[in-house]
């Protein structure tokens, strides 16, 4: 047995300090090096994302000129544009795609959105309501000084109504501000108005698509609260607007006896246009509203509904002739489209009521096509009530809104905006924008579970092909 010398005992555990020192350096570059590997794939599909983010964002600009297109081309002023599901539901645009969340009569049923325009006529205008008819929507039943406290903040008096708000109480507030008193700019600005709540504003419907998500039925689960019934108690927010309007422009005022007649004779020929004229020179009589003994002085229309019903035409005739008639040559906001107002909004109105608002969505869904104007009200509601309610009805509309989902490549960078298209000068013009895609998702369980069946079955097929398995 060998004695080492002093020497080689001193180097023995030098070597191995240096071995581990090796290791530790080297575990050290591969610990490093798999940090950077993890960060750049975390950055790749950062970068993924965010052109998919992009793509999406791009989509929307196309679903804008799509629009446009589209109500563009309708074939009459006021019609609504013809709208296929290849327009409105998962329409390509390069490797991205989009939706046009739209409302439907039985929108509030089930786990898919209804897809399309959403017509803004179809609701109540702000600015224009009565106190009555706000007081009628569902939602404000039970809070009749939250009415008051939405006509107080629009008017241009600084006089409360009962059981209104002025200055007097939103200086009380903290942080105090004062009353408005000037038009509503947007339905949002309704956060603003003493009373009105986020549960009475936006109801169950938490993302605003007008379906009932798993969310919005668990009852205090999750935001929002919810009576757990599975069916969608929406808020104010899905019956009203600021944007409704309609224009007399390139229309033929029947109160300009001479352009009506010109009218009249094109579409009816000059004996048929006699007879009409020559009952709406009749102001009211022992005959009715168009009997023959009155007077010869000119009536003044006011509303459309009132023409109809004097002029003595079949629904057939008026329905041809309605496209181009109007009352004024300006402006008028806040008209509601019969074809297009749900339940709750049509019942509203002075003379439809609960029991005509639900008559009228009845004969609707008995139609496959909406009526081209309003003789079909005074069918269903009778000649007192649709006069009545003339003053606030039309049957076409001009100004509509798009909600627009899209999705990027590989179904990522989610985006969701909605825009407010006014077509009343002929050429469509975005009057509003709103980005909701903090919101989340919009297009309910089923499209989400289609879209990951889809992402899974892609990943399958990309491992595959990566291994030589396929093709």
């Known amino acids: 047995m060998s004695i080492r010398e002093p020497r080689e005992l001193w180097q023995s555990p030098r070597r191995g300090s240096?071995?581990?020192?090796?290791?530790?350096?080297?575990?050290?570059?591969?610990?490093?090096?798999?940090y950077f590997a993890a960060s750049m794939g975390l950055e790749l599909r950062a970068a993924d994302q965010r052109v998919a983010g992009i793509q999406a964002e791009l989509a929307i600009q196309g679903a804008m000129l799509h629009v446009s297109n589209l109500l563009a081309r309708v074939e009459m002023p006021g019609w609504p544009p013809d709208l296929f599901p290849q327009d409105c539901e998962d329409v390509p645009v390069g490797e991205a795609r989009f939706w046009l969340l739209g409302r439907s009569d039985a929108t509030y049923w089930g786990d898919t959105p209804a897809f399309g325009l959403v017509d803004e006529a179809s609701k109540l205008n702000l600015n224009t309501a009565t106190r009555e008819m706000l007081e009628r929507l569902t939602n404000l039943v039970l809070y009749p000084e939250v009415a008051a406290a939405i006509v107080d903040w629009r008017d241009s008096d600084s006089e409360p109504e009962v059981n209104g708000a002025e200055d007097q109480v939103y200086l009380r507030l903290n942080p105090p501000y004062r009353c408005k008193n000037a038009p509503f700019e947007t339905v949002e600005e309704l956060r603003m108005v003493y009373g009105v709540t986020l549960e009475l504003l936006y109801g169950e419907d938490a993302?605003?698509?007008?379906?009932?998500?798993?969310?919005?039925?668990?009852?205090?689960?999750?935001?929002?609260?919810?009576n757990r019934?599975?069916?969608?108690?929406?808020?104010?927010?899905?019956?009203?607007?600021?944007?409704?309007?309609?224009?007399?422009?390139?229309?033929?005022?029947?109160n300009d006896t001479q352009s009506l007649a010109q009218l009249l004779q094109s579409q009816f020929g000059a004996e048929r246009a006699n007879q009409i004229l020559s009952r709406i020179s009749l102001g009211p009589g022992p005959g009715g509203p168009a009997g023959p003994g009155g007077g010869g002085a000119p009536v003044l229309f006011t509303n459309l509904m009132e023409f109809y019903v004097r002029s003595g035409m079949t629904a057939e005739e008026f329905d041809q002739v309605y496209p181009w008639l109007t009352t004024t040559n300006g402006v008028v906001e806040g008209l509601v489209n019969?074809?297009?107002?749900?339940?709750?909004?049509?019942?509203?109105?002075?003379?439809?009521?609960?029991?005509?608002?639900a008559a009228l969505v009845?004969?609707?869904?008995?139609?496959?096509?909406?009526?081209?104007?309003?003789?079909?009200?005074?069918?269903?509601?009778?000649?007192?009530?649709?006069?009545?309610?003339?003053?606030?009805?039309?049957?076409?509309?001009?100004?509509?809104?798009?909600?627009?989902?899209a999705l990027g490549r590989q179904d990522r960078g989610y985006r969701r905006v909605r825009m407010v298209f006014?077509?009343?000068?002929?050429?469509?013009?975005?009057?509003?924008?709103?980005?909701l895609t903090h919101l989340g998702?919009?297009?309910?369980?089923?499209?989400?579970?289609?879209?990951?069946?889809?992402?899974?079955?892609?990943?399958?097929t990309d491992a595959a092909r990566s291994w030589g398995i396929m093709p």
């Open 362 to 405: 009845a004969y609707r869904l008995s139609r496959q096509n909406p009526r081209a104007s309003l003789a079909w009200v005074v069918e269903v509601l009778g000649q007192e009530r649709a006069l009545q309610a003339g003053p606030w009805l039309t049957a076409r509309s001009s100004v509509y809104s798009a909600d627009v989902v």
């Open 18 to 34: 240096v071995l581990i020192i090796v290791l530790w350096v080297a575990f050290g570059l591969v610990a490093l090096a798999l």
């Open 338 to 357: 019969v074809n297009t107002a749900p339940e709750p909004v049509l019942a509203c109105i002075p003379g439809i009521d609960t029991d005509g608002a």
């Open 207 to 226: 993302n605003l698509n007008g379906i009932l998500d798993p969310n919005e039925n668990d009852g205090d689960t999750t935001p929002p609260r919810d």
């Open 441 to 460: 998702w919009a297009l309910g369980t089923r499209i989400r579970q289609e879209l990951d069946q889809m992402r899974e079955s892609r990943a399958r």
């Open 422 to 435: 006014d077509a009343n000068d002929g050429v469509p013009v975005v009057r509003f924008r709103q980005d």
């Open 229 to 254: 019934d599975g069916r969608l108690q929406p808020g104010l927010w899905e019956y009203v607007t600021v944007f409704s309007r309609e224009s007399g422009l390139n229309r033929t005022n029947v």
